[in-house]
């Protein structure tokens, strides 16, 4: 007695899970709720929501609101109990649904055709009758050509007086639908492995800094298992335009003090090693930094010296000659002013680094010129010489992301196969088709019934181009 | 260079709107006739501001497919939208549809325009440079456009299976259409209202979003709006029955409405997944982050969700005809919230969003 209720009670639930029209109300519901999270900033400060709240629902209110929506999990609303309770649900669902379904799915995939008892085809979908001279067998043959040049493969049914072919073509495609639901789950799973195995941090790297860890949000420190150095960060700007083009960082790893690899990483193209990724973030200047002029100086005649080590008022040789330079000045940011043609500096970020570099022949000074890093033609000197402004380094530090997803695989996995799947049930369709062929007083009745499960109208109007090529083949 | 072709196609597709719905209204052939040629003399136009644009860019040293900011993006949705037109009136060999298509790129281009956003090729910021982003524009625009052919023939739809005026669909699209006009309208009031005081012209909508109208400081301005938008919605709800009487008398057949609205469904839905897809891609490489529930990308999977529940109301439920109809013009909507909205009435409420 009592088990029976059980099984009644199961399948009860079976049927709750398996319905449509919870997948239906759950699609809706995630949709609606989802609008809350769009509204409210997630995972912001405070003020910002209050203000946000009291925009929409008045000032007097917004405090209390704030709070009532805070205990409802709104402020981070993706990742509530409840929000995370209906995706489960939503997955539950989709599991039950497919294997409520995918049983007899797979029957009609698996069942071969069976040969229509009907003469007349009674209650196929699609139907085309025609009249043909000559004997069954010549009128078989023809028919079996006319199938083949369609690619289709057919199984032939001999009767006493009559003959039926079978064939079908795309069954399989049923299935895209359940491949579609396959790649939600795998991609909620990747999703999940991420969640549960990674971890997302950050890590402000100045150059020539060396680094073991990075950080989380709440900046306690994640240990990576190597090292990471930053070589240097540099700023591509368009040209002669203040706006970034590429933010550079040379990035190196030391596992036991030996470096295995090397890489300028640039937004867009990271650098991934043991599985965890560093991205190309922010960056800015380290508060107080020392840093050294590094410059490359080639003389008239191609001998070559780079400076690595240059400070402010520090003099430097030209390789080759009897001439000196010295660094007299430095802009992080230099401009001419357009009315009095004077020099200036506008920003204290290095967004247009500038040397002040007299020169000197055995002691007396020839003259002086500013030397931009952006602008390269404006190190060559008089006389044929180079002094490249390569860099001002150490005084910047790179902003890095720091993940490690070991769920990203399954979710590109995922999404290789959802789109595989879509494809499949949009564009596939299963195609049956049954031709009998009789026997009836000197011409044979040939008769084309064909079903569709999508895009009937296309598979009629092939059904039409196999009639015209049969009817044709004769004349 | 590029702008004069850009100006000239933006010129045909008004008056080709114009011509199509001349058309619906006198049933003159040669007119029917002439409202494509129009709408392909407008369509050659643009792919050849397209193509400039994109040689344009490499001429700037800038080097890059025309699709990366508002602007552009708009200008590809107006020219997938026609190029899906194009083909849907050359296989079903009727000029009606051209009447409910065309307004939809004449309210795009309108938008660009009255919004006054930047039309200049500008140097991309480092995070957009990946070509995951072009696929991501490039795919998403293109099932864009085909939901809204399926926005298109499902109100058509709509319109023509409304029977009397106390029915719910016929209540839903005559708010719908009128919403539409209230919005248009409102953007032209402001528009008009701030160009001689705004200095930066994109701010006109950002900052002044219905300031004219509804958001206006003064009370009885404010209470004017909103009852001429009372009463225009109930205009259309009065006078409606008069276009499902005009469509009727092109005898479209329902069946053939349906049938295009779930095909270009079926289309544009794989091409949204891509689309979101690629745009994850994208994310992740540039911040290692695939999804990150930013109000962009729910919006999308409330779209992806909405044409989602079109389709299994559809093949699993047996739903036809209005539920899913009503779902298509639903799903459009999202769209273009997830696409505008977002941009325009969230950012409003927070620090991000741009309308560059």
Redesign the interface.
Known sequence: MTKKEDTGFIDRVWNFFASVKLAIVLLITISLTSIIGTVIEQQAAPEENIKVISRLFGESIAPTLYNIFLKMGFMDMYHSWWFVALLLLFCCNLIICSFDRLPRILKIIREPMVPIKDESFKGVAIKRELRLKGNLIKVSNETAHVLKSFRYNFAEIKEEKNIQFLTQKGRYSRLGVYITHFSILLILTGALIGGLFGFKGFLNLPEGETSTVAYSRNGNPIPLGFAIRCNSFDVEYYKNMDMPKAYKSDLSIIVDGKEVERKTIVVNDPLTYNGITFYQSSYGMVPGADGKFILKVVSKNGIEKVYDNLKLGDSFDIPGTSMSAKILDFSPALAINDKTGKPYTYSDELVNPAIYIGVYDKGAEKYRGWILKRYPETSNLPEGHKIEFVDYWGVKYTGLQVRNDPGVWVVYIGCITITLGLIIAFFINHKRLWVRLSEEGGSTRVIFGGSANKNKLAFEREIERMVRVLEGGRK | MSSTFFGISTLSYIAAMAIYISYLAFKKKGIGIFATSVTVFGFINQTIALLLRWSESYRL??GRAPLTNLYESLIFFVWTLILIYLIIEFKYKTHVFGAFVTPIAGLALAFIELSGMSKNIE?L???L??N?LIAHVMISFLGYAAFGVSFATGLMYLILRSDNRRQGIYIFWTICVSIFIIILAAFGIDYIHYKAVSSGQEMIIKEHLFESTFKNPSLAIDTVSWLVSAGLIFILWRYGLALKRLLHSFSLSVEILDEITYKTI??G??LL??GV?TG???A????????S?D?KE??S??TW??Y??YL??RF??GWRGKKVAVLSVLGFVAVIFTYLG?NLL?SG??SYGSMK
Do not use: C, D, E, K
Not at chain 2, 284 to 291: E, F, H, L, P, R
């Open positions: 040293g800038i140097p910021v480092p995070a440079q990946s995951w079926a289309i839905f794989p997944t891509l897809i994850a891609v994208w992740n490489t540039a911040w290692g982050v695939y999804w529930w109000p729910t919006w999977l409330i969700f909405i989602a529940v299994h109301g699993v439920r977002v969230l409420l927070h």
